[in-house]
């Protein structure tokens, strides 16, 4: 499955953003997707995952109660399949490179885990100012 995402961009904290991930490729409704995060000098952790059928989601602690991550399966809007993630209540920390991902089409538990998400986007630049 091949990956876009965008939404990214600067925001005061306490603020909000909508990230999207527009997935091409008929697998989409049958990976797990995720976003995950990355700031200079660090590696890339792990932000949310949800199911193929969005009936299981996963958050890291850090965001939990702040953002939300939703998938739309086969509801091609303009043509596409589309993966968000609502941040609300921003913070200074959440600045970081976020990516977009979609597990292996066989491994059908959602994970926090890198391994196993196979397919990556080119990643869009979140900036929370104080």
């Known amino acids: 499955v091949q990956l876009q995402a965008c939404g990214g961009g600067l925001v005061r904290a306490g603020g909000s953003l909508r990230l999207s991930c527009a997935a091409s490729?008929?697998?989409?409704?049958?990976?797990?997707m995720g976003w995950f995060r990355q700031t200079p000098g660090k590696q890339r952790e792990f932000v949310a995952t949800i199911s193929r059928d969005s009936r299981n989601t996963d958050y890291a602690d850090s965001v939990k109660g702040r953002f939300t991550i939703s998938r739309y399966n086969g509801e091609n809007i303009n043509g596409r399949n589309i993966l968000y993630l609502q941040m609300n209540n921003l913070k200074r920390e959440d600045t970081a490179l976020y990516y977009c991902?979609?597990?292996?089409?066989?491994?059908?538990?959602?994970?926090?885990?890198?391994?196993?998400?196979?397919?990556w986007g080119q990643g869009t630049q979140v900036t929370v100012s104080s």
């Open positions: 490729g008929r697998t989409f409704r049958t990976n797990v």
């Open positions: 991902a979609a597990r292996q089409p066989d491994l059908i538990d959602i994970a926090r885990a890198e391994s196993g998400y196979s397919d």
